[in-house]
């Protein structure tokens, strides 16, 4: 097709799989790896901040910054399509109890993206349900955590009172991912 990669972008440091940033780098040796200037990396090539614009071809990719699963989490905007990482999930919201989350953080961050037309396609990092695209208008209606108006104060408490155990990996992913996966270090 002769396809090339420009950008490998991150949405936010993980802590519950090892990325392949630096592995796909190693294949397309002209992609740049994109993080959030507040990421604790050395392994970016361009770190950007919320509002930076990158190009390719005829699309622009706007970085939002939407920190709360950790301080350095990124959203991205292409036209119509909103990639939200681990801060919006499908009927659900990352959690904030480890890399510098804020439950208050998240819930200013996903009350910003809802400002984005109803109809914006939501793509997140992952879903537990095998679900792979919602909108702003679903999450703004039937999110469990922040839908249908719920409000900071208990948008807070039902972050806190989810009570989940850490990652598995978190040891090992989060050293890993800060040098883009480059280095995996086990104990």
């Excluded at 598995?168 to 050293?175: D, E, N, Q």
């Amino acid at each position: 097709m002769g396809l090339d990669l420009k950008y490998i972008i991150e949405t936010h440091v993980h802590a519950d799989h090892i990325t392949s940033s630096c592995p796909l780098k190693q294949k397309f040796v002209n992609a740049q790896i994109v993080l959030g200037e507040t990421n604790p990396v050395a392994c970016a090539d361009v770190l950007i901040k919320d509002g930076d614009n990158l190009q390719f071809g005829q699309y622009d990719i706007i970085a939002m910054s939407t920190p709360g699963h950790t301080d350095g989490c990124m959203s991205f905007i292409v036209g119509d399509k909103v990639f939200t990482g681990d801060a919006l999930l499908i009927r659900s919201c990352g959690r904030c109890d480890f890399q510098g989350g804020s439950a208050e953080k998240l819930f200013d961050s996903i009350s910003r993206l809802f400002t984005l037309p109803d109809e914006t396609y939501v793509y997140p990092a992952h879903d537990y349900g095998g679900r792979t695209v919602s909108s702003i208008w679903e999450e703004k209606s039937f999110n469990e955590m922040i839908g249908g108006g719920v409000d900071k104060t208990e948008f807070i408490r039902r972050v806190d009172a989810m009570e989940l155990s850490l990652p598995a990996k978190i040891h090992v992913a989060v050293p890993a991912n800060q040098v883009c996966g480059s280095k995996i270090v086990t104990d």
